[in-house]
């Protein structure tokens, strides 16, 4: 049953009309009046009616105690020929449209005014239950009449004995007459609600969704440019949040616009900056005749660095551009995380030992970890590259690496120059240099933490940076030990990221 409503739903939903609010909230409506005219309609009816015979009973009731106490006044059960008596009983027969039977103690009909049973013993359930002091009655709907039994109780002397019953039947032909007129209104006043329903369910919905009209007509204009500004809907709290969620994505469209300029232009002033020595050198090469050898050797060597930098360059924006898509990339493999470590120190001692800068390494656990070796080894080189290009002679670059079940964390601690304040947000920004003069005499294109945080963000890490101007800087990297591919763990590495930037 669910699986076919599921199925109905589904082809429903291809319908392009079905799909549409403003027609759901219509059906809606109109499936809740018509339910609500007849059901009302059919609650009314059957309420009235059972109402009527309930007042009819108690009434005929009412009549019939008033004859028992005047049949015991009378002494009719001795002598029922008391023509007033008599009269009293076919007035309130014929005013019923019903039949009334007086039976005495012996079970014998003393009266009966339809002058056929009189004379006659009725003996049935009851009759028998109303000799008891039970007052009776039943409607019977089939044959549309109520029988009500009343005890002849003689009171006299405080006895309070039941001496015969009054047996009525009467007709409830009127009641029912009544119904059918009543049900036969209620057809016109169904039909009169239906066309309001009708009215309502075809303009309701379209005041309901004139907000909706107005903040999609809002987004329409910025989409085709004609404005920038932040649109605003305060109809509903709904469409608040949808313009606020619009307004927030604009937002991060213009600055990641910005970005992408403002990385545009650093690229090419960048990529233009050795081609621009090279044309002076090769130029000035030119210009000059007879030029020594030794000359020439100078100039061929200073075009060759400013390839190497635009090569470098043009690497570094690959490994940027690598790392920017998603990360099914990543190329994961259990690493051992000490020897990675290992290696990437023997592969700058010649630098270290260049700037005169000594490298230690701390490991307070050996790790295996899942990683992408290639990405996770250029992330720790640059840090530990600018670890010892940012420091002073004689200084010190200390690695450590530690782990709880989850994470490991490895700190690059330099006696460098350290980052103000003001500079450590944004030097993970792609061509960041703090201080351009400086940077370019050590070298570096200033992409190094953009790739080494993009590579720790693509193994669900953290990438955070402690620095004091003039004493040195510390970055901590924390990943998880096993690369997160679960939603659960995704989620977990989420929160630890979060709780390492508030710090
Ligand atoms: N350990 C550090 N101590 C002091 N300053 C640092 C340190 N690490 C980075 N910086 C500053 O942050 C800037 C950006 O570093 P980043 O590694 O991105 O670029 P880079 O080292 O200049 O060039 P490269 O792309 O070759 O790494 C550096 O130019 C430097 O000013
Ligand atoms: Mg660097």
Known sequence: MRKWFEKLWEELNKIVIFRSLRFRISVLIILVGVVCCFGMRFGILRNYFSRAVEVRTTDVQSQLQILANHLISYDYLMNPSSDVVNAELEQVANLYDGRIMVIGGNYAILKDTYNVATGKYMISEEVIRCFKGVILSHYDNENDYIEIAVPITNTVEEKNETVGVILASV???????????????????????????????????????????????AISEVKSGFTDEAIAVNDYVET????????????????????????????????KTPLTSVKVLADSLNNQDDVPVEVYKDFMSDICDEIDRENSIINDLLSLVKMDKKSANLNITSVDVNALIESVFKRLSPLAQRNQVEMVFESIRQVNAELDEVKFTLALTNLIENGIKYNQRGGVVKVTLDADYQFFTITVTDTGIGIAEEDQKSIFERFYRVDKSHSREIGGTGLGLAITRNAILLHRGSVVVNSELGHGTTFTVKVPINYAVNSKAAAEAVEAKKQSTEQ
Do not use: C, G, Y
């Open 240 to 271: 608040e949040h949808i313009a606020d969620s619009f307004n927030q994505v604009m937002e991060r469209m213009k600055v990641m616009e910005e970005s992408r300029q403002e990385f545009v232009s650093n690229v090419s002033h960048e990529l």
């Open 171 to 217: 007709s409830t032909t009127t009641l029912v007459q009544n119904e059918e007129i009543l049900s036969r209104n209620s057809w016109i006043f169904v039909f009169l609600l239906l066309a309001v329903v009708l009215v309502v369910a075809f303009f309701m919905p379209r005041i309901m969704l004139r907000p909706f009209n107005r903040l999609s007509d």
